[in-house]
T-cell receptor, first 113, second 118 residues
Framework: KQEVTQIPAALSVPEGENLVLNCSFTDSAIYNLQWFRQDPGKGLTSLLLIQSSQREQTSGRLNASLDKSSGRSTLYIAASQPGDSATYLCAGGGGGATNKLIFGTGTLLAVQP | GAVVSQHPSRVICKSGTSVKIECRSLDFQATTMFWYRQFPKQSLMLMATSNEGSKATYEQGVEKDKFLINHASLTLSTLTVTSAHPEDSSFYIC??????????????FGNGTRLTVT
């Protein structure tokens, strides 16, 4: 059974810093790995999706990597801004007919102006 | 595009009553929808997979008679919390893959429903 964990649980950085969020998963037979952002009291917004055949994806200041052999994914945020403050969640897809996502515990990011 | 709409956003009900939450895919068809539950400061827990025209698939430990799911059309799934109790108070979120593509299309989420049972 897939288990997904994220460290750190919380992170506070000054504006402008580059930072890395970590995600670990137990089952390397992952279908895809997705990163989401969640603002307080809101649903989830998709940030990046990495297919199992890929090693990384980039969107603007965000870069996500996937290493299936080590069971790890990282989300790199460059030049952080106060607007980046949110909870970041990674999720592993198990494939199959529905590709259910199993979510990590999340990292609460605060970017201080 | 690919919008998932969830209603209501907030609901307060008395213990013992039932509450229905609607999840609609506004601009795509969804044969499958996923219902998640989130407790404060915790991650999302998958409750069930809703299948259009057939029974939902519930995750282990989720009471199907407590959380009734109906997927009546390709754009609507509903979750009914029956005989609600205070411990059912939580944030419920639905989601779907646009066009059923789960490999290179991300999961799209509604904005969630905050349920408070008094």
């Amino acid at each position: 059974k897939q288990e997904v964990t994220q460290i750190p649980a919380a992170l506070s950085v000054p504006e402008g810093e580059n930072l890395v969020l970590n995600c670990s998963f137990t089952d390397s037979a992952i279908y895809n790995l997705q990163w989401f952002r969640q603002d307080p009291g809101k649903g989830l917004t998709s940030l990046l999706l990495i297919q199992s055949s890929q090693r990384e994806q980039t969107s603007g200041r965000l870069n996500a990597s996937l290493d299936k052999s080590s069971g790890r994914s990282t989300l790199y945020i460059a030049a952080s801004q106060p607007g980046d403050s949110a909870t970041y969640l990674c999720a592993g897809g198990g494939g199959g007919a529905t590709n259910k996502l199993i979510f990590g515990t999340g990292t609460l990011l605060a970017v201080q102006p | 595009g690919a919008v998932v709409s969830q209603h209501p956003s907030r609901v307060i009900c008395k213990s013992g009553t039932s509450v229905k939450i609607e999840c609609r895919s506004l601009d795509f068809q969804a044969t499958t929808m996923f219902w998640y539950r989130q407790f404060p400061k915790q991650s999302l827990m998958l409750m069930a997979t809703s299948n259009e025209g057939s029974k939902a698939t519930y995750e282990q430990g989720v009471e199907k008679d407590k959380f009734l799911i109906n997927h009546a059309s390709l754009t609507l799934s509903t979750l009914t919390v029956t005989s609600a109790h205070p411990e059912d108070s939580s944030f419920y979120i639905c989601s779907a893959y646009p066009g059923g593509n789960s490999y290179n299309s991300p999961l799209h989420f509604g904005n969630g429903t905050r349920l408070t049972v008094t």
